[in-house]
């Protein structure tokens, strides 16, 4: 029988533009990682000895970000050289299937106590430089039916039939909601500052969020993808969606998600280990899952895999109080709410 797996804190970096010029661009990953461990050792006072393994989610392991990371940030945070470090990719749900893993580690009763998160610096380590078959071998994407992520966000958006005044006004709203969170202090618990080796601030709070967004600036962006797609990618679509006639690119740089720095970390442990160091659970993780999905339009996998972690943890979804997703594309969170 499992054990149960409690989630005991969770913090953040603030997230900034991930290209040069970007608040954190100066950081590096081993040092965003570092501080959040360090702090999760401030705030519980934490025997870092107990912790097992620290499990990081980093999409381009290469560079910086190389030879894994996870055990490099344990390392430069300082902690007791028996904790080790595994870093994993899967893709933009890597730092999701961390804190999975971390779950059923302590749910095996294998392990007691472990740090999960992840840690990407667009801005040092930009997207896609680990190359790989996928968009890199072009008998394997002719293979699979490959299209670039945002090519399979205009399809869903084409296949559901919402206009970009749909999908901006979904952005809009977005928008809105993070600037209140943000300035209402709803992150100030979980977000930890930035601060360089003098320790001074570099960045407090989230600065990629923009507030002043509106319909008509929304409007004034281009598409992101239509040219994209005349390279042969909406060729693809077309061939093996064969109700479509054309793809509608609706997706822009103010409805797509953004290219940001920042890390995370999870604490996540069983009863025993919270007795033994005094830590109140803030949470339980009832059940995970994972699936995959046509890998043309990958981006329709968050309703199914919601459905089916539903499943075994024996839900409905009203059940739920509060859902999250992660909001790609605009026409993926709005798919995944229908």
Same mark, same amino acid.
């Given at each position: ?38 702090? +999760?050792? &401030? ?5 870092? /000895? ?8 980093? *999409?381009? =392991? $290469? ?108 952005? +809009?709203? &977005? ?5 209140? /969170? ?8 979980? *977000?930890? =500052? $930035? ?117 075994? /943890? ?25």
């Amino acid at each position: 029988m499992s054990k149960p797996a409690y989630i005991f804190d969770a913090v953040r970096t603030p997230r900034s533009k991930g290209k040069p010029g970007g608040s954190l661009y100066t950081v590096k990953p081993v040092d965003l990682g570092a501080g959040l461990l360090r702090e +999760l050792q &401030s705030r519980h006072d934490l025997d870092t /000895a107990y912790v097992d393994d620290v499990v990081m989610g980093c *999409v381009t =392991p $290469v560079g910086e970000q190389g030879s894994d990371v996870a055990k490099m940030i344990v390392q430069n945070a300082d902690w007791d050289e028996s904790v080790a470090g595994v870093q994993l990719d899967r893709f933009c749900a890597s730092g999701l299937e961390a804190v999975n893993i971390a779950a059923q580690k302590i749910a095996s009763g294998w392990e007691e106590l472990v740090v999960a998160g992840g840690v990407e610096c667009m801005s040092r380590v930009p997207m896609g430089s680990n190359g790989g078959a996928m968009g890199g071998d072009p008998a394997f994407s002719l293979k699979t039916g490959f299209v670039p992520q945002g090519i399979g966000a205009d399809t869903i958006a084409t296949l559901e039939g919402w206009s970009r005044e749909d999908v901006d006004a979904f952005a +809009l709203e &977005s928008q809105k909601r993070a600037a209140h /969170a943000r300035d209402s202090g709803y992150f100030d618990k979980s *977000v930890v =500052p $930035v601060r360089d080796y003098n320790g001074l601030t570099i960045l407090d709070k989230d600065d990629f969020i923009k507030p002043d967004t509106s319909m008509e600036g929304l409007a004034g962006l281009k598409s992101s993808f239509g040219l994209m797609g005349q390279f042969g990618f909406d060729d693809v679509i077309l061939a093996k969606y064969t109700t479509l006639d054309r793809i509608n690119h609706v997706h822009t740089p103010g409805n797509s998600s953004g290219i940001v720095d920042g890390a995370s970390a999870v604490l996540i442990g069983s009863e025993k280990a919270g007795k033994d160091l005094g830590l109140k659970p803030r949470g339980r993780i009832v059940a995970t899952a994972v699936l995959s999905t046509d890998p043309t339009i990958m981006l329709i996998g968050p309703g199914p895999a919601a459905k089916k972690c539903l499943g075994k /943890a024996g839900l409905q979804v009203s059940d739920i109080d509060l859902w999250e997703i992660n909001e790609a594309f605009a026409a993926v969170a709005l798919r995944y709410m229908k």
